[in-house]
DNA sequence: CGATAAGTGGAGAGCCCCATCCACTTGGCC
DNA sequence: GGCCAAGTGGATGGGGCTCTCCACTTATCG
């Protein structure tokens, strides 16, 4: 290993340990609480002054990159799990319920996940390596007939975000919604009864904006 | 009408037109900014003074509901007319996609609806009165046998929180996102096909927790 | 064992937010 | 036209947040 081991690297031995602490406790307060948890809160937390935490991440966003970026990495090694099972809708299947139940578990992931997805901080390689990999996913799923083939690329990043939505309240009924949810979509994402959908693009805005919702429904029905 | 016609009534004229602007102007940039626009830019656009603001409103959630109280009601009609459809599925399809449209359109009442939804501000009556008409919806769609049976009545604020979870970017964006993941959810809602689900209750964590996504999946295959 | 650079903590600057106070203005009735 | 309650605007308080500055402490090495 001729780079760094850790980011920590060359550190005096108590400063590393406050680094490392800092972290921990940042990661799980993040975790329960959301990414606006006061950065005073977390070096109240890992018994630490406010400077001292900000010696080591020079700004909140800095601290909330470290702290996911093996969030991050366990997501594309979920994406080679996945691209390795022999099944690929299988794979599919398994691979977006594992980053959902992530995002579940993990409040602050659960956001950092989305907003770092489309306009990536600065993992933007690794970014590009998963979606790559999930855009292989995708076309082998695909070619089994189980995934219905108007399913987008863009999809994940919609049921990502659809359940980012559901994480509220606590931690267990976070999870319980994600499941579900994600069931639901899963089972919408099977190739079968695939009905017609809209488009994945963007759509003029004004037509909708001009009848809404309270006329007689001119709208085409979606049933059978 | 023995009751008053509007909340501004007894107002001086000026005070009036300046409540009627402060609302007008508080809607339009709730919905394409979200709800937290600060007050300050609210009583500037709307060409008033800050205190003038706070006098009509004495707080800001006073002003959200005074904003999004038609939007409420607009929901509850929505519901009247999918129970007044011959056809419960579609009705029930039709409610669905109004309401969502209604959320992706406007950025503050996606928020302020999910928010007020299960633990409801002030507007109580309202919100009995769709759940209760909801409800009813549900059944009817499920006696068509079209509505897979064992939809659960929490559904609905799964997806209406998934569906503010897509609420991002452009409103245009927003519309086109909203309007895929629906088709997506509605089509998962239909009885064909319907593969097993996990529960809407909360689970125990400590399962999970333990075993982060990162086995080998003993979990239960969604695949056919 | 000291010298020294690395590390530390807490006060506080700067900013944005919600909400209040008070001296001034103005619409509406006699 | 004049009176006065109703209405108004801007300064201000109070709180929270991110991030900086600087005098002090401590690990490390010859």
Chains 1, 2 share one sequence.
């Not at 599919?92 to 992530?102: L, Q, R, W, Y």
């Not at 970014?127 to 695909?142: H, N």
């Not at 990502?160 to 499941?179: D, F, M, P, Q």
């Amino acid at each position: 290993m001729p780079t760094v081991p850790d980011a920590a690297a060359g550190l005096r031995a108590d400063a590393r340990q406050n680094r490392d602490r800092i972290v921990e406790v940042a990661r799980e307060l993040f975790a329960d609480r959301g990414l606006d948890v006061p950065m005073a809160a977390i070096a109240r937390h890992a018994q630490v002054g406010i400077a001292t935490l900000y010696r080591r991440f020079p700004t909140k966003e800095s601290l909330v990159t470290e702290v996911f970026a093996d969030r991050f990495e366990a997501c594309v090694s979920v994406l080679d799990d996945a691209l390795a099972d022999p099944d690929p809708w299988r794979g599919f299947c398994t691979a977006i319920e594992k980053v959902c139940t992530m995002q579940a578990v993990d409040r602050g992931f659960s956001t950092a996940f989305v907003a770092a997805f489309p306009g990536a901080v600065d993992i933007e390689q690794e970014r590009d390596r998963a979606v790559q990999g999930f855009a292989e996913l995708t076309r082998r799923a695909k070619a089994t007939g189980r995934l219905r083939a108007d399913f987008a690329q863009d999809d994940l990043a919609l049921l990502l975000k659809a359940n980012c939505g559901v994480i509220t309240e606590s931690a267990e009924a976070a999870l319980a919604a994600s499941r579900r949810l994600v069931a639901y979509l899963l089972s919408a994402f099977r190739a079968e009864q695939a009905g017609p959908l809209p488009p994945p693009a963007a759509l003029d805005l004004h037509d909708v904006l001009n009848s809404p919702a309270s006329t007689t429904r001119p709208a085409p029905d979606p049933a059978t």
